[in-house]
């Protein structure tokens, strides 16, 4: 309940939507004394029981619009929420994980400090939707993304760029430091054989490692770490042939 003050006493109105009807309000309203010379600009003469009603109504309908407001604001997050994420895996989805990127190059060149991008590819997940189905694919995709964003820090950035690409944003590391977590994530995803459809899948990723360069248009340096993804898995080709 809300208290309208006046000058030496108060006029009381309902604050709280389905608290109290407008009649209640008004009764409590009429039922609080007035020894005030006027109460938000109105002569206390020309307080009426009509006008405290009237204005106890309006602290109702005030309330009621806040409320709406409030819920309104909490729709709007939550839409703006799953425009920027995954609906399978929950990560950033390309759009959020650009927008992050070009964050990240800005504060690099406003402060000088190293940033780097790490672009990774799930190895066979066509020969795994084609053997096992699209469920054990999908299984696959979300395990990738958590054995990823379980060995980041919280400043770091993970996100699924589409299809079986994945891609993270590494704060104050540059390219030495990034190659280094690279590794260190790529046995995180295939440390473990993934259980599905009564089998266990062993999780193969290539990546390719760019240091942010703040010049650089964000979808430039994810295509650069794209195709120095596509070096290693042609190295890694080679070298079991």
């Given at each position: ?209 760019r240091q942010v360069d703040p010049a650089q248009d964000p979808e430039a340096m994810i295509a650069a770490a794209d195709a120095a993804m596509f070096g290693t898995k042609r190295g890694r080709r080679?070298?079991?042939?």
């Amino acid at each position: 309940m809300e208290i309208l003050k006046t000058g030496g006493g108060q006029v009381t109105g309902v604050a709280r939507r389905g608290a109290t009807s407008r009649t209640a309000a008004g009764s409590a309203v009429r039922a609080a004394p007035l020894d005030a010379a006027s109460f938000l600009g109105v002569p206390e003469a020309e307080l009426t029981v009509a006008v405290r009603a009237a204005i106890a109504g309006l602290v109702v309908e005030l309330e009621d619009l806040r409320a709406e407001v409030r819920m309104l604001k909490a729709r709007l997050a939550a839409a703006e929420s799953a425009a920027d994420q995954d609906p399978l895996t929950g990560l950033n989805n390309r759009r959020a994980f650009v927008r992050e990127l070009k964050r990240t190059a800005a504060f690099a060149r406003r402060h000088g400090a190293p940033a780097s991008l790490i672009y990774f590819d799930l190895d066979g997940l066509k020969d795994i939707n084609d053997g096992f189905g699209h469920a054990a694919g999908d299984a696959a995709l979300k395990a990738v993304a958590q054995r990823l964003s379980a060995h980041v820090r919280e400043s770091d950035v993970v996100g699924r760029l589409g299809g079986d690409e994945f891609a993270v944003i590494l704060l104050h590391a540059d390219q030495a430091q990034a190659e280094i977590k690279a590794r260190t994530l790529a046995e995180a995803v295939e440390a473990e054989p993934l259980a599905v459809a009564a089998a266990d899948l062993s999780l193969r990723v290539s990546h390719g490692v760019r240091q942010v360069d703040p010049a650089q248009d964000p979808e430039a340096m994810i295509a650069a770490a794209d195709a120095a993804m596509f070096g290693t898995k042609r190295g890694r080709r080679a070298a079991l042939a």
